[in-house]
C-alpha cells in the first residue's frame, strides 16, 4: 500500500521590512539617544516611561559594557520577532513587537533573558565575588545522597532571600500532599482577612480557589496575595517544621516564619517603633505581636514608597534567611518527593518560570526556579535535570544593606553559571 508523504514543514513567517526598520533603530535607543515617542507607541510608554527606559538601559551598559548590536533571530509572525542584543560582556534575549498600521511604532518590547559571557565557572564566582555587598553560590550535583558541591562560595554563610521563602511553604503542601492529607484540587474560601498585593487582594469574601492555583501564582508570579493564602491555610507552624525536615541548618532563625504581609508593616510602619519592639522580644512575643498588634494594623498605614524608593530596610534583621546550602538542600527535598505520582504537579508548579533566558534554559532537559528580590536583596535558585537525566541545583544569593542591586548584572552571571554547569 502507498504511503502518503508526510507534509513539508511550514515554513518559517517572513518578518515585515517595517519590523526589521525597527529592530535596526533599537540600538540608538538603548544608548539613550534616538526619539522615544516616535518609536514606541502610546501603549507602551504609558506601561514604561523615557525616565524607566533610558535607567534601564544605562543599567545594561553599566553592567555589560558598551552595546555591540541587535539582531533578529527569528521572526515569529510578520510584526513579532526574537531578537538578540549584544554587549562586549554579555548578551540579552528580546521579543519585539510592531503595529501594522503606519507609522508601524514598536507596541511591544520585553527582556526574555540575560547572560554574560563568562569563559568559566570560576570566571562567574570570581565576578560574583566582586559585586559590591556579600555575595555567596552553590553549585551541586544530586543524586542519591547528599548534594555534592561542585563550585561554591561562602555557601554556609545565612543571606537574605527575598521571596525564596516561598519554597519552603511549597515543600509543606508537597508534604500534605504527599502523605494524603490534602489534594491539590482542595478549595480554599477566602474569609476577607487582609492580604498583600496580588492576584488574589480584591477578591471578595467566599472566593474559593484550588492550593494548586495558589502554589502556580506563589512560585511562577511571586503573588505574595497566593503566598499569605497558602501561609494561612497550611499553617505556620507546619511550614516551620518542614525547616528542618528540608535541611535548613538554622531553623530558628526563621522563627517565627512571616508571611509577606506581616514582612511589609514591620518595615513599613515606623509608628511606635514597630520593628524594634519586635525584633527585641523573644520568639513567644513575636508570636503574640504577630497574632496581635501586627495583625490588627491595617496596610494602609505601610509607608507608600516601601520598597519603590530603591533603599534597602532593615534586610539583616527583618527578612527570610538561608545560606547557599540550605536552598541547595530545599530543592533536593523537592526533586526526591516530586518522584512519586501525587508530587509530580510538584514540577508543573516549579517549572512555570524558568527564571533564566530561553537559549540557557534550553540547555537543560527541565529547568525549576524560584527567586527574590527587593532593594538590597536578590537571589536565584534553580533545580535542574540534564538531559542525560542527572540532577543539579545552583542557587546565589546578593545582599547590600547600603544600596541597591543592579539586578540585570546578577541575573546574567546566574544564568551563565547555569549555562556553564550543563554536561
Same mark, same amino acid.
Given at each position: 500500500?502507498?504511503?502518503?508523504?508526510?507534509?513539508?514543514?511550514?515554513?518559517?513567517?517572513?518578518?515585515?521590512?517595517?519590523?526589521?526598520?525597527?529592530?535596526?533603530?533599537?540600538?540608538?535607543?538603548?544608548?539613550?539617544?534616538?526619539?522615544?515617542?516616535?518609536?514606541?507607541?502610546?501603549?507602551?510608554?504609558?506601561?514604561?516611561?523615557?525616565?524607566?527606559?533610558?535607567?534601564?538601559?544605562?543599567?545594561?551598559?553599566?553592567?555589560?559594557?558598551?552595546?555591540?548590536?541587535?539582531?533578529?533571530?527569528?521572526?515569529?509572525?510578520?510584526?513579532?520577532?526574537?531578537?538578540?542584543?549584544?554587549?562586549?560582556?554579555?548578551?540579552?534575549?528580546?521579543?519585539?513587537?510592531?503595529?501594522?498600521?503606519?507609522?508601524?511604532?514598536?507596541?511591544?518590547?520585553?527582556?526574555?533573558?540575560?547572560?554574560?559571557?563568562?569563559?568559566?565557572?570560576?570566571?562567574?564566582?570570581?565576578?560574583?565575588?566582586?559585586?559590591?555587598?556579600?555575595?555567596?553560590?552553590?553549585?551541586?550535583?544530586?543524586?542519591?545522597?547528599?548534594?555534592?558541591?561542585?563550585?561554591?562560595?561562602?555557601?554556609?554563610?545565612?543571606?537574605?532571600?527575598?521571596?525564596?521563602?516561598?519554597?519552603?511553604?511549597?515543600?509543606?503542601?508537597?508534604?500534605?500532599?504527599?502523605?494524603?492529607?490534602?489534594?491539590?484540587?482542595?478549595?480554599?474560601?477566602?474569609?476577607?482577612?487582609?492580604?498583600?498585593?496580588?492576584?488574589?487582594?480584591?477578591?471578595?469574601?467566599?472566593?474559593?480557589?484550588?492550593?494548586?492555583?495558589?502554589?502556580?501564582?506563589?512560585?511562577?508570579?511571586?503573588?505574595?496575595?497566593?503566598?499569605?493564602?497558602?501561609?494561612?491555610?497550611?499553617?505556620?507552624?507546619?511550614?516551620?517544621?518542614?525547616?528542618?525536615?528540608?535541611?535548613?541548618?538554622?531553623?530558628?532563625?526563621?522563627?517565627?516564619?512571616?508571611?509577606?504581609?506581616?514582612?511589609?508593616?514591620?518595615?513599613?510602619?515606623?509608628? *511606635? %517603633?514597630? /520593628?524594634?519592639?519586635?525584633?527585641?522580644?523573644?520568639?513567644?512575643?513575636?508570636? &503574640?505581636? =504577630? !497574632?496581635?498588634?501586627? $495583625?490588627?494594623?491595617?496596610?494602609?498605614?505601610?509607608?507608600?514608597?516601601?520598597?519603590?524608593?530603591?533603599?534597602?530596610?532593615?534586610?539583616?534583621?527583618?527578612?527570610?534567611?538561608?545560606?547557599?546550602?540550605?536552598?541547595?538542600?530545599?530543592?533536593?527535598?523537592?526533586?526526591?518527593?516530586?518522584?512519586?505520582?501525587?508530587?509530580?504537579?510538584?514540577?508543573?508548579?516549579?517549572?512555570?518560570?524558568?527564571?533564566?533566558?530561553?537559549?540557557?534554559?534550553?540547555?537543560?532537559?527541565?529547568?525549576?526556579?524560584?527567586?527574590?528580590?527587593?532593594?538590597?536583596?536578590?537571589?536565584?535558585?534553580?533545580?535542574?535535570?540534564?538531559?542525560?537525566?542527572?540532577?543539579?541545583?545552583?542557587?546565589?544569593?546578593? *545582599? %547590600?544593606? /547600603?544600596?541597591?542591586?543592579?539586578?540585570?548584572?546578577?541575573?546574567?552571571?546566574? &544564568?551563565? =553559571? !547555569?549555562?556553564?554547569? $550543563?554536561?
Amino acid at each position: 500500500m502507498a504511503q502518503t508523504p508526510a507534509p513539508p514543514p511550514a515554513a518559517a513567517p517572513a518578518a515585515n521590512p517595517a519590523l526589521d526598520a525597527r529592530i535596526a533603530e533599537l540600538p540608538a535607543l538603548l544608548r539613550g539617544e534616538g526619539n522615544y515617542d516616535q518609536y514606541f507607541a502610546a501603549g507602551f510608554r504609558a506601561q514604561v516611561s523615557k525616565e524607566q527606559f533610558d535607567a534601564l538601559s544605562r543599567q545594561f551598559l553599566a553592567s555589560y559594557g558598551a552595546l555591540k548590536s541587535v539582531s533578529r533571530t527569528r521572526a515569529r509572525s510578520p510584526w513579532l520577532a526574537e531578537i538578540r542584543i549584544d554587549y562586549a560582556n554579555g548578551s540579552g534575549a528580546a521579543t519585539i513587537e510592531v503595529d501594522p498600521a503606519t507609522p508601524h511604532l514598536v507596541t511591544g518590547l520585553r527582556i526574555t533573558g540575560l547572560t554574560g559571557n563568562e569563559e568559566s565557572i570560576e570566571t562567574v564566582a570570581e565576578r560574583l565575588a566582586g559585586l559590591h555587598g556579600v555575595t555567596g553560590f552553590a553549585l551541586a550535583k544530586l543524586g542519591s545522597g547528599a548534594p555534592e558541591l561542585i563550585a561554591s562560595r561562602q555557601p554556609d554563610r545565612p543571606f537574605a532571600i527575598g521571596s525564596a521563602f516561598k519554597l519552603v511553604i511549597l515543600a509543606e503542601l508537597v508534604r500534605a500532599t504527599n502523605s494524603g492529607e490534602r489534594t491539590w484540587d482542595d478549595l480554599v474560601t477566602l474569609d476577607g482577612s487582609q492580604l498583600p498585593g496580588g492576584g488574589y487582594f480584591l477578591k471578595p469574601k467566599g472566593t474559593t480557589v484550588t492550593l494548586r492555583e495558589l502554589a502556580t501564582q506563589m512560585i511562577s508570579v511571586s503573588d505574595n496575595s497566593a503566598t499569605d493564602i497558602l501561609l494561612h491555610t497550611l499553617g505556620r507552624e507546619k511550614i516551620e517544621a518542614m525547616l528542618p525536615l528540608v535541611g535548613v541548618k538554622d531553623p530558628a532563625r526563621n522563627r517565627p516564619f512571616l508571611g509577606t504581609l506581616e514582612a511589609f508593616k514591620l518595615k513599613g510602619i515606623a509608628a *511606635n %517603633d514597630l /520593628a524594634g519592639r519586635y525584633l527585641a522580644a523573644d520568639e513567644a512575643g513575636r508570636r &503574640s505581636m =504577630l !497574632a496581635g498588634e501586627v $495583625a490588627g494594623l491595617p496596610a494602609l498605614l505601610i509607608r507608600p514608597t516601601l520598597f519603590r524608593d530603591g533603599k534597602p530596610v532593615r534586610i539583616e534583621e527583618l527578612e527570610w534567611f538561608l545560606s547557599p546550602a540550605d536552598l541547595v538542600r530545599i530543592m533536593d527535598w523537592l526533586r526526591r518527593n516530586s518522584e512519586c505520582p501525587r508530587g509530580a504537579e510538584l514540577r508543573t508548579v516549579l517549572s512555570k518560570n524558568p527564571g533564566i533566558a530561553p537559549p540557557v534554559a534550553g540547555k537543560w532537559q527541565w529547568v525549576g526556579y524560584k527567586g527574590g528580590s527587593e532593594p538590597g536583596v536578590m537571589n536565584m535558585t534553580l533545580l535542574l535535570q540534564a538531559k542525560g537525566g542527572d540532577w543539579y541545583a545552583a542557587t546565589a544569593s546578593w *545582599n %547590600d544593606p /547600603a544600596r541597591a542591586l543592579e539586578e540585570p548584572r546578577f541575573i546574567a552571571l546566574v &544564568s551563565r =553559571l !547555569a549555562e556553564l554547569a $550543563a554536561p
